[in-house]
Structures are given as structure tokens and as C-alpha cells.
């Protein structure tokens, strides 16, 4: 028997004949789901779109549209989709992406609710994800034993979780608890974004030995400021092994070739001679067993290039004409982890600029938004990007200041590895080499550090920086 009539036959008023809606969006958000892991964002969000249109408020549905919008960096958009999502429905992933969301936007008591919440709704494996943002709130909540709390919870769970090792490596890094801290700082290598970082090496990890009749090849594994800290390790792993050969990113490579115990640098694979074993210069300090208090703080371990030193000497004296010489770093590399929380506008140094007065500032920003190159037209802050093809280059200008105020960067550690006054406007939380609760270096003498009171706070930092210049 026919339940519905025939197609001519059949009532306008009468629906198609299909599965019940319920089911039809059931199926329909498991291919959202899909589309949304597979990183198509944007067919997932089409058929959230549809199925919302067909079961207006539909939870799941408004989840998928807020892990799409916090994949597209639409924070204030997720918000809204993933609070009306876990009004309707606790679930515990998404409650651990709202802590997220939250966090992202400072709002710090919000954050935490939603990270309890999520911790509290969840078990067994499911609970990685939840203790894992909830940790890192507990960081910007400058809670560290609670952030450690929680690390160690994850590894109760899940012994080889290497972003909870390192999570843990840099909260005892920070607290100055370096023993352990090294251990840990070790899975760094197992992050899923360090894989493919360094091409495989067939030979042994180096353990710290003597070797008299071996080579030993370093290998700069992670961001320029990493290396250009970490750099002062190189003489003495030399002294321990017959050679060193170092390998690194070619804006460095005539830098670090001028260092002590450095017999070759290059940046090509096919340059490395054969050697006897291999490190990587990130993991130095853990092998040479640094303490707090045994940082090498030889200052300085780099030197500037002496012809671009004599030629910018020049420059400055021709054209500062005895005024204090500051220079300006605000905005590091756009593809930093953290640089949305490490970089600001330079119009946010007003205060700064004013606090100098007739000084000869220069900008090392190597590139330039339109809005910041407006700014230091209208500022007469001389831009200097175009002589920027290298960190000589740049450690030659340096050279030739009174002071540099920048934030947390590559040029920071270049200023301080040059042993030159250097003013660090950091975000909370600090990235752990700046301890906690300092304002100044270990690793730097010349530095000094001025910190945001609360995460996001840089009027609270730049206050402090100003009224320090102007009392100089």
C-alpha cells in the first residue's frame, strides 16, 4: 500500500517524504564534524548553517559554528556561539574551548569557571583536553602550582604527553628549578610542531662527554631569540670535543661564525662536515647541567661585525648630534606561537616617546604595518628597516645606542648577548627564561624587565617603562 499518494496527487500542505528532521541533522552533524576535523572549515560551517536553519538552536550545531570561528581567530564570535551552545548543553569539550576563548580574551574568572566545569564534567581520557587549558589559565592566573597540579594530573593519565612535560619544564624554568626543569624541557622535541624541525641525523645524541678526537655538530632547532640565548653554551661545549660545527638559519650564520669555539658555521645540510655526534643548542644548558646561579653570563658572547660598526658609528654621529640614541622594537615575528600577546601598535608607546623627549630614536622593526609606518612618519622616528638584511646589521646599530626598549623578541636577546642597556616590556604571564616576579636578567646583566601587572595590561608595563626614562 502507498502511504503517501501519488506525486500529482499529493497535497501541497503534505511534507516530501524523507527521514524524520531529528535524524537528518544527526547525520548531517556527523559530517560537519568531519568537515571541521578535516580543517574544511568552511563546508563545515555551510551545513551548520543548514541544519540550524532546520533546528534553530540546535546545540551541536552551534558548537561546530564556535570551533570553526576559533579556528578562523573569530574570538568574540566563538564566545557567543560556544555560551549559547553550553547553555544548552554541558558538554565537556566544548566548556574546555570557552575556558580557552576566555583566556584568549582575559577574562580570567570567566575562563576559570568554564575550565572547572569542564574538568569536573569529564574522566579517563577525556578529561586531557579540559586539564590541559585549564592548566595553561592557571599560568595566566600566575597560580604555578596549580598549573603544575594539573600538568601532573594529565601525565597520571597520559605519561607520554609531551605538551603536559612541557607545560611542567616551563613552570619549574620559570620558578627557577632548573634540575627538573631541563628533564622536562626535553619533550619540546616531541610537540607535534617540532616534528620535521631538523631533518633526521644518523649518528649519537651528543650526552655531554669528552671527546678529544671527535667533532660535535649543534644544531639551532628553535627560534632565532632561542638560538641567540642559547649561543652562549657554544664555547663550552667546545672545550669539550676536539671540533664544533654549528649549523643555523643564514641571518645568524656570520654572527655566530665570529664566536669562540665555533670552527665552522653554516646553513646548508649539504656543508656539514662529518661528525661524531649531535646536539641541539636549545638542549646545551640541560646537558652542562646550568643551575640559577650557574648561567654563563660572560657578557658579551656575540660581537657586531666591525665595518658595519664603523659605518653606522659614523651614521649616528653625523646625524644624533649628542642627543641620547634610543632605538624601538614593538612587534615581533607574526608567526610566533605568542605573538598576539607579546607585540603591541607602536602608537601604544606615546608614553615612552614622550618620556624621552628630544632623543634620536630609530626603528629596528624589520617590517612595517601601514598604520606603524604612518606612525613614525608623523612621529620623525627614523625607519631603518631597509638596512636590516641581518642580525649584523642589526647588532651594529645596537652597538650604537644608549638604549633599546622593545618587547619580548630576538632583538632583545641580540641586545643583551651584546651586553647594551635594553628596556623589556613583557606580557603576563612572562615567557619562563624571564623568571617570575624579576625585573631584571640572569641571562642578561643589561637588561631590564617591566612586566604586564595583569595578562593584556600595557598601559600598566608602559607607565612603568615611562616613568623610568624620565627619572633617568
Known sequence: MRIWPSRSRRPRSYPPPSRPRWRRSESDLERAEAARL????????????????RAPGLAEALAVRGFVAAARDEVDRAVLLMEAATAKRAEPSWLALLCNLYRRRFRLDAALAAGLAAVSRSAGQARLEPLLELAR???????????????????????????AHMGLGQVLLADGEFAPGWIEYEWRNRLPEAQGRVPPINAAAWNGMVLPRGRL?????????????????????????????LVC??????????????????????????????????SLPGLLRTEIDSIPAVIPYLTADPQRTLRWRGEFERKAAGRRRIGLFWSGRATHPNNARRS??????GPVLEAIGD?????LQKELSKADATALAARGIVDLSPHLDSFDDTAAIIGQLDLLVTVDSAVAHLAGSLGRPVSVLTPSPA???WQ?????????????????????????????????????
Open 431 to 433: 615567557d619562563w627564561r
Open 344 to 349: 603591541l601598535p607602536l602608537d601604544a608607546l
Open 217 to 245: 655538530l649543534v644544531v639551532c632547532d628553535q627560534g632565532f631569540g632561542d638560538a641567540i640565548q642559547f649561543a652562549r653554551y657554544l664555547p663550552l661545549a667546545a672545550a669539550k670535543v676536539k671540533e664544533l660545527v
Open 38 to 53: 578535516g580543517n574544511r572549515l568552511h563546508e563545515a560551517d555551510g551545513i551548520a548553517l543548514d541544519i540550524l536553519a
Open 359 to 363: 632623543a634620536y630614536v630609530v626603528s
Open 137 to 163: 589559565l592557571r599560568i595566566d592566573r600566575d597560580e604555578p602550582e596549580d598549573a603544575a597540579e594539573c600538568f601532573l594530573a594529565i601525565l597520571a593519565l597520559d605519561p607520554d604527553n609531551a605538551g
Open 249 to 282: 638559519s643564514p641571518e645568524l650564520e656570520t654572527l655566530f661564525a665570529r664566536m669562540p669555539g665555533v670552527a665552522r658555521c653554516c646553513h646548508r645540510w649539504a656543508d656539514i662536515p662529518g661528525f661524531s655526534a649531535h646536539a641541539l643548542i636549545s
Open 436 to 472: 617570575r616576579g624579576r625585573s631584571n636578567s640572569p641571562w642578561y646583566p643589561s637588561m631590564r624587565l617591566f612586566r604586564q601587572p595583569t595578562p593584556g595590561d600595557w598601559d600598566g608595563a608602559i607607565t612603568q617603562l615611562a616613568a623610568s626614562l624620565a627619572s633617568a
